[in-house]
Each structure stands twice: as structure tokens, then as C-alpha cells.
């Protein structure tokens, strides 16, 4: 009986997150995804409740096709430092879907919309030692933030149970972007 509970449970939930894709997913093209993105905000829970995360400057990556693989290189802050890291995705089982095997954990990343153009709201969820952390992540092709793009990031994340206490807004400061751009950047 609970495997059966169970099982159910598991297919709602694919379904609710089939659903909270854009209908343009469903044919989705990594070439077109392919590109430079900007890290320009997120929505999480965070602990504890009400507790602002410090200033964090904005990320960005680079999504290139490698074989049946995509390579990602990622600049971002991490604990008052800017990180490199490069890493391989592999194709999920739904369009939009990839994984990205790590030493401390697997990042499941599932882009919920995008234009390809302008803006990829993305749900990352990170499984650490049995544990699963989710995060949404705006990105952008500029670092302009159009108002039509923090809308579909705020119906998205209500989507997830998170309100606009639950979002925050990366520090414009391009030092770890930056680091894409140069060959002899530290990575991690």
C-alpha cells in the first residue's frame, strides 16, 4: 500500500512540475540555450526564516554543446571569494532537464522558462548527503532586469511556495563575472 501512496505521490509530482514549464520547454533546443547567462537573482527558503543572505555580486555562465553533453563554466561568489568551475551536464529525462554529477552531490537543474533571448528562470535542486536544497535562479542575457521578467520570476517562484521575501537581488559587481574572461582565473 505505501508503494503504491508512494508511486502516486511521485507522478503528481512530475506532473506539477511538467505543468510549471513554459509550453515552449517542451521542444527545448540547447543549441539555442547555448550562451552567456547572467546570475542576476534567486529565491529560496533560507535559514533561518527571515535572515537576508549578505550582499552576493552577480554570477554568470557559459552553456556551450560538447558532443551529447553540455559544458558549463560557471563564475560565482562563494563565501566572500569568486569561484570558477567547470563542469559537464548530462541530459535529464524531460526537456529542459540536466544533472551534473558532483564529488559533494548531484545538481539537478530544470529550466521552468525561457525565451532563450532575454531571460531562463531555472529550479536548481542540490542532494548533498541525503539531504535536498532547492534554489530559483533568474537568469539574464543582459543585466538590464526588464519588469515583465521579475514577474514571470515572482509567478514562478508562487508557483513554488516562495514570496517576495523568499527573493533576492544579486550586487551588481561584475569581479567574479569577470573571471570568464580570464584564462589563468582561480577554479574550483
Known amino acids: 500500500m505505501k508503494g503504491r501512496v508512494l508511486m502516486a505521490l511521485l507522478g503528481l ?5 511538467a505543468g510549471t514549464q513554459d509550453p515552449i520547454l517542451k521542444d527545448f533546443d540547447f543549441a ?14 533560507l535559514e533561518p526564516q ?9 554570477g554568470a555562465v557559459v552553456v556551450e554543446l560538447e558532443d551529447s553533453h553540455l559544458a558549463l563554466t560557471a563564475a560565482y561568489e562563494d563565501e566572500g ?3 570558477k568551475e567547470k563542469s559537464q551536464a548530462l541530459k ?32 536548481i535542486v542540490f542532494h548533498n548527503e541525503g539531504a535536498a536544497h532547492r534554489v530559483l535562479k533568474l537568469y539574464s542575457r543582459t543585466l538590464e532586469i526588464k519588469e515583465e521578467v521579475m514577474k514571470r520570476f515572482h509567478e514562478v517562484a508562487g508557483e ?12 551588481w559587481d561584475m569581479t567574479c563575472v569577470n573571471l570568464l574572461h580570464m584564462g589563468d582565473a582561480p577554479s574550483s
Open 160 to 171: 513554488y511556495g516562495l514570496s517576495g521575501k523568499d527573493m533576492y537581488l544579486l550586487t
Open 50 to 58: 527571515g535572515s537576508p543572505p549578505k550582499e552576493t555580486k552577480v
Open 32 to 45: 539555442k540555450f547555448s550562451g552567456l547567462w547572467y546570475e542576476i537573482a534567486f529565491a529560496a527558503k
Open 13 to 17: 509530482y512530475v506532473v506539477l512540475v
Open 81 to 83: 571569494r569568486c569561484m
Open 92 to 123: 535529464g529525462d524531460v526537456p529542459g532537464k540536466f544533472k551534473i554529477p558532483k564529488k559533494s552531490g548531484t545538481k539537478e537543474v530544470l529550466v521552468l522558462a525561457t525565451d532563450y533571448k532575454t531571460y531562463a528562470i531555472m529550479d
